[in-house]
T-cell receptor, first 113, second 117 residues
Framework: GGIITQTPKFLIGQEGQKLTLKCQQNFNHDTMYWYRQDSGKGLRLIYYSITENDLQKGDLSEGYDASREKKSSFSLTVTSAQKNEMAVFLC????????????FGEGSRLIVV | AQKVTQTQTSISVVEKTTVTMDCVYETRDSSYFLFWYKQTASGEIVFLIRQDSYKKENATVGHYSLNFQKPKSSIGLIITATQIEDSAVYFCAMREGPYTGYQNFYFGKGTSLTVIP
């Protein structure tokens, strides 16, 4: 078994501030993901990475940067926080083999004041 | 256009009855995978069940089963003998391109299930 740890659980920042969320996994999975969950809108992909130092943009990448410096970690930066992007951010990982499911972290809630 | 669509926003059922949640998807791939996830009130998201597109038999795990209708691009989740703890939001998801390294999962917007005693 393994676990995905997201920090912090709550991230509070001011409008316009650069804010970073971190994610660690000990599954030894190749692929990692960042999703944003807004109420009533399901999960939307921001970035994913299929290996160390790889980055792939999802549908919602504008306004975000990501970094995969190690296989086990994947960070997401909100480049300029806005009040309309308060949401829950979910990190997930998956083996590369076809058909394997995603494993999710517990989520990080972004609050912009 | 949405690749995965769940039209039911919320459903309420009486405990111990059967419920079906609908999901339709859109893909050009000949091979793909379909998943259902459950998100509890705490926010935790767990994997429930998976259907491989090349398999004709409907997947079954415990009291979860799938109704896979490939010609209709439909993958319904059936929960039999529902329990109070089944109350949650259920997401349908699709994974395309398993052999090309394309790793994107597409999610529906979710269906909120309430099981009433």
């Amino acid at each position: 078994g393994g676990i995905i740890t997201q920090t912090p659980k709550f991230l509070i920042g001011q409008e316009g501030q650069k804010l970073t969320l971190k994610c660690q996994q000990n599954f030894n999975h190749d692929t990692m993901y960042w999703y944003r969950q807004d109420s009533g809108k399901g999960l939307r992909l921001i970035y994913y990475s299929i290996t160390e130092n790889d980055l792939q943009k999802g549908d919602l990448s504008e306004g975000y940067d990501a970094s995969r410096e190690k296989k086990s970690s994947f960070s997401l930066t909100v480049t300029s926080a806005q009040k309309n992007e308060m949401a829950v951010f979910l990190c997930a990982s998956s083996p590369t083999n076809s058909g394997n499911t995603l494993y999710f972290g517990e989520g990080s809630r972004l609050i912009v004041v | 256009a949405q690749k995965v669509t769940q039209t039911q926003t919320s459903i309420s059922v009486v405990e111990k009855t059967t419920v079906t949640m609908d999901c339709v998807y859109e893909t050009r791939d000949s091979s793909y995978f379909l998943f259902w996830y459950k998100q509890t009130a705490s926010g935790e998201i767990v994997f429930l069940i998976r259907q491989d597109s090349y398999k004709k038999e409907n997947a079954t795990v415990g009291h979860y089963s799938l109704n896979f209708q490939k010609p209709k691009s439909s993958i319904g989740l059936i929960i039999t003998a529902t329990q109070i703890e089944d109350s949650a939001v259920y997401f349908c998801a699709m994974r395309e391109g398993p052999y090309t390294g394309y790793q994107n999962f597409y999610f529906g917007k979710g269906t909120s299930l309430t099981v009433i005693p």
